[in-house]
């Protein structure tokens, strides 16, 4: 390999770690806020927090969510050429589609609320925590423009401290104005006779507050940055001498054509959120469940279960964001060789983290339940152990949903999404209403949907890129290391636990157990891993922390 690939290479993968670790610290603080903002605003209010949540997200994905990955890949393919003044055209374009499509999507999501909440969702009082978040969408939109840019320029430090400032204000405010305004839902309630609707209602209304707060805080810090750039890229355009500009016409021609396939594929890929929620609160009421079971079951699912799943598959979201510059780079300058090895190391990246998250979350589903949820309800610890096996799946297919991006295959993953979300439908109305299998169904039938999208666009990426997935190190080695961490997780925390309830309260074993189990299991897991060859020396140097954790191999013998 050239030495210019290494230092590609190099660049990429460390790229792609940075935003990687600032998605894994965000998911971080996302869950430990929801951890008090479900102690405050409880299970129903969870599920008017995840309905009004899953409205915004859908409207979020059809209106701007594309544009960053689209900026990034337009931005990075002129720079790649020296077309600095065509790459400033692009934002300049970009920032005015931003406008008008995330305008519409706020004055759309405010005045539409109470139909999207209670015609379609039958959760009505969601529409109140709905319409804090209308404003939102704008705001990300113009976000995701300058996010955009900054990763199609090759650094993600930009979109990284921004992603988790976002956070940590979201936690925040969420927390705060949950409490405040739960209190004051309370005496809205007592007026009009129903305290328990009203007051999760607005509690959810004070969470979605911190989510546009936290978006508002990342919008000026993003700002700051650019404009403290701006110097140095006016430079940079003045050194551009290249003829023949693209004009303004051309410009958003390409943005337009290039942000439809990747909404395309981004909205059927999601979509099914919203479509599973609308079947279920439907079929369910239909079948005779109890209204406040079936919410309070949603609440979990969507403010417990994938808010646990998601920790995981930030790391594919944020390897798939970093892949699209860097692939496209190497594709449009003919680099086959570079292209194949990227989307190796980024299947083997990503694979190392989620073999034992998914292991993991489903040998100690009831005890994390318990432990950050104060949830000891089997049905919910029941939930994680069926659907820990989509971490995997997910986590594949977003990566190769990024990767064909990257190598202008933008198509295919809107064809294959929308195969998976068909058969997917027919899976969950076959759950449902054949075996009636409740929320269960919900999870299973995610499940599959993951599978097909993995196996698809895991297809096509092998087809049209010409790459080969080193099946040892990218698969089995992390499948052995993780059934021995799992084994070794559950034992200890077996043990631990009926050691620890002799001589403390059922909370505080359960809380011991967990933390020994998970440390040991993360040491037995980077063990196996040396001792399966699924890690070398090389790899490890890419991750951060690299030359200390080759220090550790090195002074175990467990590298030579």
């Known amino acids: 390999m050239t030495t ?46 995840g309905t009004a949540y899953e409205i915004y997200n859908i409207i979020l994905l059809i209106s701007s969510y594309s544009i960053p990955l689209a900026v990034s890949k337009l931005v990075s393919a002129r720079m790649a050429k020296g077309h600095v003044k065509d790459a400033n055209k692009v934002l300049h374009g970009a920032l005015l589609f931003a406008f008008i499509t995330g305008g519409a999507a706020a004055l759309i999501v405010y005045f539409g609320a109470e139909f999207f909440t209670g015609s379609l969702l039958k959760t009505p009082l969601a529409a109140i925590a709905l319409k804090i978040l209308a404003p939102t969408l704008l705001v990300v939109a113009i976000l995701g423009v300058f996010r955009g ?62 989510t546009s707060t936290g978006a508002a805080f990342a919008l000026i810090f993003v700002l700051f940055i650019f404009f403290a750039f701006k110097k140095v890229f006016n430079k940079m355009i003045k050194k551009d001498k290249h003829r023949n500009d693209e004009s303004y016409g ?101 694979m190392v983290i989620a073999f034992p998250c998914c ?59 929308l195969i998976a979300l068909i058969a997917h439908v027919v899976f969950l109305f076959l759950l449902m209403g054949v075996f009636d299998l409740h929320i269960y169904a919900v999870i299973l039938a995610n499940a599959f949907y993951a599978l097909l999208m993995c196996f698809l666009n895991q297809a ?52 011991v157990a967990c933390i020994v189990s998970i440390v040991t299991g993360v040491i037995v897991y980077f063990v196996s891993m040396l001792l399966f060859k699924g890690i070398d020396e090389e790899t490890l140097m890419k991750f951060p922390g690299g030359a200390k954790l080759c220090n550790i191999a090195y002074s175990l013998h467990l590298l030579r």
């Open 4 to 49: 210019r690939n290494k230092r590609s290479d190099t660049k990429f993968l460390m790229q792609g770690s940075i935003l990687a670790m600032a998605s894994i610290i965000s998911r971080i603080v996302g869950l430990m806020y929801r951890v008090p903002l479900k102690a405050i605003i409880g299970k129903m209010g969870n599920d008017y927090y």
């Open 460 to 511: 096509a990426v092998l087809k049209y890129s010409g790459a080969s997935i080193d099946v040892k190190k990218v698969f089995l080695a992390p499948l052995e290391s993780s059934a021995l961490m799992g084994v070794v997780v559950y034992l200890i925390y077996r043990l631990l636990d009926s050691i620890v309830m002799l001589h403390a309260s059922e909370y505080m074993a359960n809380f």
């Open 149 to 210: 840019f900054f990763q199609g320029l090759g650094t993600m430090i930009p979109s990284a401290i921004s992603q988790i400032g976002e956070q940590i204000v979201n936690a925040i405010v969420s927390v705060v104005a949950a409490n405040l305004l739960f209190s004051y839902g309370k005496k809205v309630g007592g007026v009009l006779g129903n305290i328990k609707g009203y007051s999760a209602a607005y509690g959810a209304a004070g969470g979605t507050l911190g």
């Open 359 to 417: 292991v993991g979350m489903m040998v100690l589903a009831s005890p994390i339940m318990t432990l950050l949820f104060n949830d000891p309800d089997k049905s919910s610890g029941l939930m994680l152990m069926i659907g820990g096996c989509s971490i995997i799946f997910y986590s594949l297919s977003t990566l190769s949903n990024g990767i064909l991006q990257g190598i202008d295959k933008m198509t295919i993953p809107v064809k294959n999404a």
């Open 250 to 350: 051309e410009i958003m021609s390409a943005l337009v054509l290039t942000i439809i396939p990747v909404l395309l594929s981004t909205t059927v890929y999601n979509i099914s959120s919203i479509i599973d929620q609308g079947i279920y609160k439907n079929l369910a009421l239909a079948q005779g469940h109890d209204a406040t079971l079936i919410s309070e079951s949603w609440g979990v699912f969507t403010g417990q279960y994938k808010v646990l799943i998601n920790v995981p598959l930030a790391i594919a979201s944020a390897m798939a964001a970093s892949t699209v510059p860097s692939l496209t780079a190497a594709f449009n300058s003919g680099d086959g060789e570079l292209v194949k090895k990227q989307i190796n190391m980024a299947n083997r990246f990503v």
